[in-house]
């Protein structure tokens, strides 16, 4: 099957009903690929970018990404699970009933993304930037979060009470999340800095 993915990707095609094993997707730059009803487990993507792209009921077990790129791409019923996934550039995504398990990810930009239903499960992020991005019903189960950006983000019904943040930039756009009143003191300090507050 990975021939024929390969093959699919070299035309400009389309893949459904895939079902890979460590393929490697190395450099490839797609524009508009469709990736539909497709498995992939163990592969890998350095450098790999999708762009205006389109996957639907995806599933990615053990994939390997130092670099990825899904700019201005839609995901639909998409799964990503025990990988590991380094710089991530998703702006302007559209992500739909999303979910991520046991994931380590080390930069991921969602910067002007549209974000609903979507799911982190035991996840550790180290940054997660959601600037200007759209996030509704996204929630959070027993994951790390060093650094979350929400400069100008809208959020409904976003749940936090799962993640542990360790650093928030742009507190407004807190708005229309959900934290527990252990995580909020916990970052109380953070929030004072922020707004010129000096606890004493």
């Known amino acids: 099957m990975s021939a024929q993915v390969y093959e699919l990707i070299e035309s400009g095609g389309y893949i459904e009903g895939a079902e890979a094993e460590g393929f490697n997707f190395g450099d490839f730059s797609e524009h508009g690929l469709r990736i539909l009803d497709s498995q992939f487990s163990g592969c890998s993507m350095d450098g790999t ?17 130092p670099e990825v790129s899904f700019v201005d791409s839609g995901l639909q019923d998409v799964t990503i699970s025990q990988s590991r996934l380094g710089g ?26 549209r974000l609903n239903t979507v799911r982190f499960v035991g996840c550790a992020i180290e940054e997660l930037d959601l600037s200007a ?22 959020c409904t019904k976003v749940d936090l009470r799962g993640a542990r943040i360790s650093r928030v930039t742009d507190i407004s756009g807190l708005k229309g999340t959900i934290m ?13 800095t922020m707004l010129g507050i000096s606890l004493k």
Do not use: M, Y
């Open 49 to 65: 970018v999708f762009s205006a792209c389109h996957f639907s009921d995806v599933v990615f077990t053990g994939l390997s990404a």
């Open 88 to 113: 991530v550039q998703a702006f302007g995504t559209s992500w739909t009933r999303g979910r991520f398990e046991v994931a380590k990810i080390g930069f991921f930009n969602l910067r002007g993304a």
């Open 133 to 154: 991005a759209t996030a509704k019903s996204v929630v959070f189960e027993d994951c790390t979060i060093e650094h979350l950006v929400l400069t100008g983000a809208t």
């Open 180 to 192: 527990s009143p252990e995580q909020f003191a916990d970052l109380a300090p953070s929030f004072a």
